[in-house]
């Protein structure tokens, strides 16, 4: 089937915008994950879901930073009133979850949205 | 905060060689993955060992998993150009199984 999808690939906004970024996890996986990347380093986690519900939010920066999952399935992580240091790859992984089999937390990623700060 | 961290951070080496990778970590943990990422795209998933294993291996692929001294390696043998990418270990938390902490991750270059 297919995979993690997320949209928009690339996103160029202005300080001070609000912005999107969405997440399509793989069908029938009941955690989704939002990071952040920046270059040359590794995923740096901010927040997982299992069902509609947000587990953990540690990672999220500040509070201009959230994250929905309404209905268990399409992901939605919100950056209010952007700044320059935003600007990074964000990325969404879906993971079968828990109550399934050993793997039940191998995180499948998505291509990640490129989000640019001017 | 890192749970994992990579060592070295760059390894440079002739294709055909061995080509080791070390993950270090600080919590008890339930598993433990190993994920590549070629030249800044997604990540893929390489390799899951659970804490009570020691050693897995996939394709030309081997991994250790030392719980005493929380850390883990990662063997590639017989390098390809191919392999040439970022290598990142990933952790979970024994007490939050589903929560995943990524390293800094080893860039691998494999020398033609």
């Known amino acids: 089937g297919a995979g993690v999808s997320q949209s928009p690939r690339y996103k160029v906004t202005k300080r001070g915008q609000d912005v999107a970024l969405r997440c399509d996890p793989i069908s029938g996986h009941v955690s989704l994950y939002w990071y952040r990347q920046a270059l040359g380093q590794g995923p740096e986690f901010l927040t997982y879901?299992?069902?509609?519900?947000?587990?953990?939010k540690s990672g999220l920066p500040n509070d201009r930073f959230s994250a929905e999952r309404p209905e268990g399935s399409i992901s939605t992580l919100t950056i209010q009133r952007t700044e320059q240091r935003d600007s990074a790859m964000y990325r969404c992984?879906?993971?079968?979850?828990?109550?399934?089999?050993?793997?039940?937390?191998?995180?499948?990623f998505g291509p990640g949205t490129r989000l640019t700060v001017l | 905060s890192q749970q994992g961290e990579e060592d070295p951070q760059a390894l440079s080496i002739q294709e055909g060689e061995n080509a080791t990778m070390n993950c270090s970590y600080k919590?008890?943990?339930?598993?433990l993955q190993w994920y590549r990422q070629n030249s800044g795209r997604g990540l893929v998933h390489l390799i899951l060992?659970?804490?009570?294993?020691r050693e897995k291996h996939s394709g030309r692929l081997r991994v250790t998993l030392d719980t005493s001294k929380k850390s883990s390696s990662l063997l590639i043998t017989a390098s390809r150009a191919a392999d040439t990418a970022s290598y990142f270990c990933a952790t979970d938390e024994y007490s939050s199984a589903s929560k995943i902490i990524f390293g800094s991750g080893t860039r691998l270059s494999i020398r033609p």
């Open positions: 992984a879906s993971s079968p979850g828990p109550g399934t089999s050993g793997s039940y937390n191998e995180q499948f």
């Open positions: 919590t008890s943990i339930n598993n």
């Open positions: 879901f299992n069902y509609e519900a947000q587990q953990d």
């Open positions: 060992i659970r804490s009570n294993e």
